[in-house]
């Protein structure tokens, strides 16, 4: 299926990322986005790309924003991922919360910016009103210029017993909370992604609305367009698959770059020469092609259901695992690159940073072997279902 593309917003992306590259270094010592990029992504509007129209926000498709996401972490992976971890948990912030707390985080002209880990690892006694939320947290990615810091919870009686929902499930909802009720410890020493100021936060018993959260596993679209409602994870999954996609391919442009010029010690000729080279930036180049291909694809087709009201739990898993597909194949081609590139990737470069974003991407638990047993079990299911048919 064809994706439709607002390229205008991605050419909002293209259009700052000239600042973005000139603000990598000081970022990657700051260990977060620079003041300046923040500045630029603010002016572009791109933090609340997936923000419903009604609230301030482009209202954009979750194709585009894909591609924004591409782009951007072409740039830089750090600011392609942090973008990503706020423009998405802002928009579950603006289409799944109360109204009143959708109204208090994005009133008119001052838009929230929103951070944090969604993974349920604190608790959340249920109180008069809301929830007393206690937890502590690490991978709050984009937090240090967000107003609000979303968390993960397991909802719990006064007695601390976990409670489930009324399908069974684990009560597992997502708290929100202002920047000034979290302490944060930092603890962001990484290997990749080291401009994405994941810091480590705590949250110690302070009470959150009931319209400032929303269930991790059951939440249920109260505005936005119809594209959002293809879900939570699914909108996370693109995401995910953007990085690698902008990452993955500008390694790819990097080693190219340096194919015409770099000499290996004790070599003659430019490594572009080698056949084993041009074998393995052949096969890397149409793998990543590929796997753009397919992203491009599996997102455009749940999108594309989601519109026309259709719940396809299988497209929404393919979407999942063409984003862990995606990543593994980003990888090995990042790896390539620094792997070529000699003394000019050890020493500190783009392609070194691709192949250390990366390396981080891939460990993140959105992207581990679930997504592809998921989806085969799905496709297992499907075909059990059309014999009995």
Known sequence: MTAVIDEALVERARAIAPIIEAEADQA????TTTQRVVDALTESELFWILVPKEFGGLGGDLTTALSVFDE??????SVGWSLMANSTSSCFAAIYTGETAAEQMFPDGNRGIHAGMLGPVGTARRVEGGYRVTGRYSFGSGCAHANYIGAGTIETDDDGNQLTTESGLPAMRVVLVPREEIHFRGNWDVIGLTATGSYDYVIDDVFVPEAFSYSLLEHTQLRGGPGLSVGLF???GAGHAGIALGVGRRAIDEITKL?????????FATIGTEQLFQYELGMHDCAMRAASALVYEAVADADAKARAGVVDTTAQNRLRAAATYATRVATDATHFAYSWAGSAGLRPSVIQRCLRDMLAASQHIY???????????????????RLRQ
């Open 28 to 31: 990657e010592a700051d260990t």
């Open 72 to 77: 951007l972490s072409y740039a830089d992976g």
């Open 234 to 236: 699914s909108i996370t």
């Open 259 to 267: 194919g015409n010029t770099r000499v290996r010690m004790a070599g």
């Open 367 to 385: 992207v581990d072997n679930n997504t592809l047993t998921g989806y085969a079990q799905a496709l297992l299911a499907d075909e059990a279902e």
